[in-house]
């Protein structure tokens, strides 16, 4: 085998290759040819690494040195510096917002230094790619070992041990749901991953199929031993062509070497796997939708049960488990439940992918054990909140979730935890919001979100979250009523009774999360008309500020509706009912006379 | 004269093309979706025609096939521009302001969401989630994507395209 000095880690995620990643990959595979170092520096291309804001991000090993908002123009000297000279290129370091301090090493940067990465342990690792290099980090072995020497239900046994729950949303006991489908009577099974990650916010699914798409093939196929299944269905959103690209690749690869298709390691176990791409409906997450979708069909809900582990895919027992649960199972059986249980909570064990997005510092991928607190996450891996605002709330679980706010910081992040915070894990997704956003607006936009996306099938989702969206539109336009709040809530409790599927069912979530948490707010929009964050177009007044104005006239002057009046050198004043709130003399004011209030 | 024989011939290796999806799909379960995808990359956009010669070839009723392509926010009735714009609008977009970048757009382009412009060169479309959160707001062209958007970085990027 060939040995490098260097190992270049190029991260290949989404986020850097929006950066402009692939340009920095191919000016250091040339730069590397015209010194002659091809043969003794390895350049790869990885999965996403996590650290989306700071891309294109590189990792130099063996020191493990990482570069940040790597440019073409910055890869001469990285190869003339780091590679031959042996020093460091210190601006590209990596600088925690808080402290002055370059950080060097990837081991040492908080952001990475807390994370345990169980779903993620090849993301950003190895060439996705390569099945060598899968294999190369244990890769296929548990398969193998479970092939050779364990009966299906000593699988199910063990993943029940491991307390391995569903990372999708729900948090269902993900070896019951195994042992319901290997029970389940019937000839033919289905094992069907749901990677249909809608939640707007999320997504670790994506760079997990990106990143390291044979984790997923590996248990899928375990899945299916397990459960006596020979068929299954990779269900990817067609927002992601990258993810179906490298999956494609994937599978290709993995019945090359004998992992997939017939007689797998000379088991005489055969599975294969077939990707079915999305057309755009959220819908199409909840499980009994994503089947009809695959089914060819509209992608709507039934009631349940029967549930797919019973009655699925063409009305066979079908497994359905979401990505990052897949991506555990390998781990689990390669390191053996002893370990994994010792990681997280008593009841939700392992690690957890949040998406952090938003308003922080570090936006990206963090894999952390379950039981972190909001604190940990949001202020050490997250570098906190930028441009010295203040935290007001995260929205975890998406437009099914709910708010944590300031008295939620220390709260363990677990399953049963955030259930009683009023939010819930979703698929986690994290958005943390500051002070200049607003909850009223935050909520009518997961509502516009859910009434646009409901499928018309069931009543109570189909007209209920469209009355809560109206009224929750006219709040925001300052046409609110004091017993709206009163209507909201009673509205959002009929609607998560009655609507057929889990869309609707959590629909109502984010609303109910910010009155009970941000009731202030929905009153100061509907009695006083006013937005405390200054967001609702609506019910912002613009203003001149006597003591700024110099008079000069230039605000009157581009008023488009001759709203703003004045004597030459003396303050100037604007009618408020001719003003339309364009924001033209904002922009002109040369003295920022202008506010908005 | 010669124009319309060379559309048609254009128009007739479309519809071998499609012939060729629907040979390969036809004895697949749940193959309808996938033809949709492959008829649609073929022309563009889903017409009544296309729509009746899938439901043909798959042996489906048309009401079928006309339910599953407005179920879908992928499938297009109408035709599409060169280039189609797809605004982020997932929750982290949101948060930091894809609304104005919305604004700035259809303000830039003279149309609004779910239309094209008049030649033909770009349709204006919200895309849920991209899953490129740390690069908030989003938008992509085509296959490109940029990042951390302000509203006066749109015309800018629009040019590229003209």
New interface residues.
């Given amino acids: 085998m060939e040995t490098f000095r260097f190992q270049v880690l190029i991260c290949g995620g989404?986020?850097c290759?929006?950066?402009g990643c692939k340009a920095v990959l191919t000016k250091f595979r040339s730069e590397l040819k015209a010194h002659n170092l091809e043969d003794e520096v390895n350049v790869v291309e990885t999965g996403c690494i996590g650290?989306?804001?700071l891309?294109p991000v590189i990792v130099i090993y063996p020191e493990g040195v990482f570069y940040q908002k790597v440019s073409v123009d910055d890869v001469k000297e990285i190869i003339e510096e780091h590679i031959i000279k042996g020093k460091l290129v210190e601006r590209l370091h990596y600088q925690h917002p808080a402290f002055n301090e370059k950080v060097p090493l990837y081991n040492d940067i908080e952001f990475f230094k807390r994370q345990k990465r169980i779903a993620l342990r090849n993301v950003g690792l190895i060439d996705p790619q390569v099945i060598e290099e899968y294999i190369a980090k244990g890769g296929y072995s548990s398969l193998g070992k479970i092939l050779s020497k364990y009966t299906p239900e000593q699988v199910i046994e063990e993943l029940k041990k491991s307390g391995l729950r569903g990372r999708g949303g729900a948090g269902f006991p993900t070896g019951l749901k195994w042992e319901f489908a290997r029970k389940a009577p019937g000839d033919i099974k289905y094992v069907v991953c749901n990677a249909d990650?809608?939640?707007?916010?999320?997504?670790m699914d994506?760079s997990v199929l990106e990143g390291d798409p044979h984790s997923v093939i590996e248990a899928m196929t375990i899945g299916a031993y397990a459960i006596g299944a020979h068929q299954g269905y990779v269900y990817v959103r067609?927002?992601?062509?990258l993810a179906v690209e490298r999956l494609s690749l994937a599978i290709e690869k993995a019945r090359e070497f004998g992992m997939l298709g017939d007689n797998i390691l000379a088991s005489g176990f055969s599975f294969d796997l077939e990707i079915?791409?999305?057309?755009?409906?959220?819908v199409c997450g909840e499980e009994t939708a994503l089947i009809a979708?695959?089914?060819?069909?509209?992608?709507?809900p039934r009631p349940k049960p029967p549930f797919p582990a019973v009655h699925g895919l063409?009305g066979k027992p079908t497994l359905i488990n979401n990505v990052e649960t897949f991506a555990n199972i390998p781990a689990i059986f390669q390191k053996g439940i002893e370990w994994f249980t010792k990681i997280g909570t008593e009841k939700s064990k392992g690690t957890k992918v949040f998406?952090l997005?938003?308003?922080v510092h570090n936006?990206?991928l963090v894999e952390v054990p379950m039981g972190t607190t909001l604190r940990e996450i949001i202020f050490d891996l997250g570098g906190g909140i930028p441009k010295g605002k203040r935290f007001k709330a995260a929205?975890t679980g998406?437009?099914s979730g709910g708010c944590l706010t300031e008295k939620d910081l220390d709260l363990p992040m677990d399953y049963e935890s955030l259930i009683a915070a009023g939010s819930m894990m979703g698929s986690g997704?994290l958005?943390v919001?500051d002070e200049d956003?607003c909850m009223v607006d935050?909520a009518r936009?997961?509502l516009e979100?859910t009434q646009d996306e409901s499928?018309g099938k069931c009543t109570p989702c189909r007209i209920g979250t469209k009355r809560m969206l109206e009224i929750l539109t006219r709040i925001t336009r300052g046409e609110g009523k004091e017993e709206d709040i009163d209507l909201l809530e009673e509205l959002a409790n009929s609607i998560k009774s009655t609507a057929l599927c889990g869309l609707g069912q959590s629909a109502p979530n984010p609303v109910l999360s910010t009155i009970k948490n941000f009731r202030d707010e929905y009153l100061a929009h509907i009695r006083d008309k006013e937005c405390p964050a200054k967001v609702c177009q609506a019910l912002l007044k613009y203003n001149i500020s006597s003591e700024a104005c110099k008079g000069c006239g230039l605000c009157a002057r581009n008023c488009p509706e001759k709203a703003i009046s004045g004597e030459a050198k003396k303050p100037y004043k604007i009618d408020q009912s001719l003003c339309v709130k364009c924001g033209k003399c904002l922009e002109k004011c040369p003295f920022n006379a202008i506010y908005l209030k | 004269m010669t124009k319309t024989c060379c559309q048609n011939n254009a128009t007739d290796e479309k519809y071998q093309k499609l012939n060729k999806v629907i040979e390969e799909y036809k004895e697949k379960p749940g193959g309808l979706i996938p033809v949709l995808h492959q008829a649609q990359l073929i022309f563009g956009y889903l017409p009544k025609d296309v729509q009746i010669k899938v439901a043909e070839g798959l042996d489906l009723p048309l009401s079928e096939v006309f339910g599953v392509v407005t179920f879908y926010s992928f499938f297009s009735l109408k035709p599409r521009g060169k280039y189609t714009i797809g605004i982020c609008l997932g929750t982290a977009c949101y948060v930091k302001g894809a609304a104005e970048i919305v604004e700035a757009l259809e303000k830039e382009l003279g149309i609004k969401v779910g239309d094209s412009t008049e030649d033909g060169l770009f349709s204006l479309m919200v895309t849920r989630c991209v899953g490129a959160c740390g690069l908030a707001p989003v938008l992509t062209i085509g296959e490109d994507v940029y990042g951390r958007l302000t509203p006066e970085m749109i015309p800018n990027i629009l040019e590229r395209y003209q």
């Fill in positions: 989404a986020g290759i929006s950066s650290t989306c804001d891309g990650e809608g939640d707007p916010g999320a997504f994506r067609a927002e992601y062509p079915r791409v999305g057309a755009g409906a959220f979708s695959i089914e060819g069909k509209r992608g709507e063409w998406a997005a938003g308003k936006t990206g929205q998406g437009p997704g958005i919001m956003n935050v936009f997961f979100f499928c």
